[in-house]
């Protein structure tokens, strides 16, 4: 089955530690997203990453980190830096990152609910 | 830049009523507009899209949205509720014509009742 896979599901982190959020993907998508979650504020863009080796800055990235070696993977590093890192994170891909005049629907994982002891 | 603002974080409806939620967005190019649905603990689900062809939209589960310009909405609506309906419910809008970011509004959940 083609999908969005993200692990692990639920991820308790001690203040002052990095921790990496895995996503893969095996769609053959182009582009893939890291959005946060908190309730009642809807999704936030962390990052994007149109090709592999390419990624940029979305809205919120302080704190966070990520890496594109692979088309399938893109995983997500939550670093000491970000203060209130306790959220539902979600990565998302699509066929690419939109041509003019098309824009390409974006399917999302399962999420991962990080907590911070 | 584009927005979206979902007018009411709460909706609750009985099973069998009609379901109505509604999403005003701002934009200075044309739209491409999608409804999103999110079960607890879940990733988010497309229910269906607008990309600037038929100006109502059916998407799965029963729903549709009808976009309408003069009046920057895409309510979402569902004839008669059914009890797998109650779930988190976001808008959507592109940023732009050239590229894929979403501006995502703030959800809504709808809760049904017996």
């Known amino acids: 089955d083609g999908g969005i896979t993200q692990s692990p599901k639920y991820l308790f982190r001690k203040e002052g530690q990095n921790v990496t959020l895995s996503c893969e993907q095996n769609l053959n998508h182009d582009a893939m997203y890291w959005y946060r979650q908190d309730p009642g504020q809807g999704l936030r863009l962390i990052y994007y990453?149109?090709?592999?080796?390419?990624?940029q800055k979305g809205d919120i990235a302080e704190g966070y980190s990520v890496s594109r070696e692979k088309k399938e993977s893109f995983p997500l590093t939550v670093t000491s830096a970000q203060k209130n890192p306790t959220a539902f994170y979600l990565c998302a891909s699509s066929i690419d990152l939109g041509l003019a005049g098309r824009t390409d629907t974006q399917y999302f994982g399962p999420g991962t609910r990080l907590t911070v002891l | 830049a584009q927005s979206v603002t979902q007018l009411g974080s709460h909706v609750s409806v009985s099973e069998g009523a009609l379901v109505l939620l509604r999403c005003n967005y701002s934009s200075s190019v044309p739209p491409y507009l999608f409804w999103y649905v999110q079960y607890p603990n879940q990733g988010l689900q497309l229910l269906l899209k607008y990309t600037s062809a038929a100006t109502l939209v059916k998407g799965i589960n029963g729903f549709e949205a009808e976009f309408k310009k003069s009046e920057t909405s895409f309510h979402l609506t569902k004839p008669s509720a059914h009890m797998s309906d109650a779930a988190e419910y976001f808008c959507a809008v592109t940023r732009r014509s050239y590229d894929n970011k979403l501006s995502f509004g703030a959800g809504t959940t709808v809760t049904v009742r017996a």
């Open positions: 990453s149109q090709i592999v080796n390419d990624f």
